[in-house]
């Protein structure tokens, strides 16, 4: 069964930084795309940055290239996402997602392409 653990939110002040991690277990981490989205109350959510699986494969969306890194450590089945520049705007849910039927993840797949989420932990940023 497939199992993904967020942690590392909380609140902090625009400018400040954060790094979220996700345990994964359950299914062939190393061979699967990874995700961070995130969702803000009222909005949709939306993909923050993919790493495909068994390839140095890595995608952000704009609003975050530069500021935000996502790593993984397939030893430790690990995802990690450091957030750097923090932004009021960046105040968010943030959740981990896998497709665990693809290792590419083919640039920022919209929600609906991932097959297992975790329960999120809240971001928040004040300015």
């Known amino acids: 069964q497939v199992h993904l653990v967020e942690s590392g939110g909380g609140s902090v002040q625009a400018g400040g930084s954060l790094r979220l991690s996700c345990t994964a277990s359950?299914?062939?981490?190393?061979?699967?795309?990874m995700a961070w989205f995130r969702q803000a109350p009222g909005k949709e959510r939306e993909a923050v940055a993919t790493?495909?699986?068994?390839?140095?494969?890595?995608v952000y969306a704009d609003s975050v290239k530069g500021r935000f890194t996502i790593s993984r450590d397939n030893a430790r089945k690990m995802l990690y996402l450091q957030m750097n520049s923090l932004k009021p705007e960046d105040t968010a849910m943030y959740y981990c997602a896998t497709d665990i039927h693809h290792s590419l993840c083919g640039g920022l797949p919209k929600a609906s392409a991932f097959t297992d989420w975790g329960q999120g932990t809240q971001v928040i940023v004040s300015s």
């Open positions: 790493s495909s699986g068994g390839i140095d494969w890595i």
């Open positions: 359950g299914y062939s981490y190393d061979s699967a795309c």
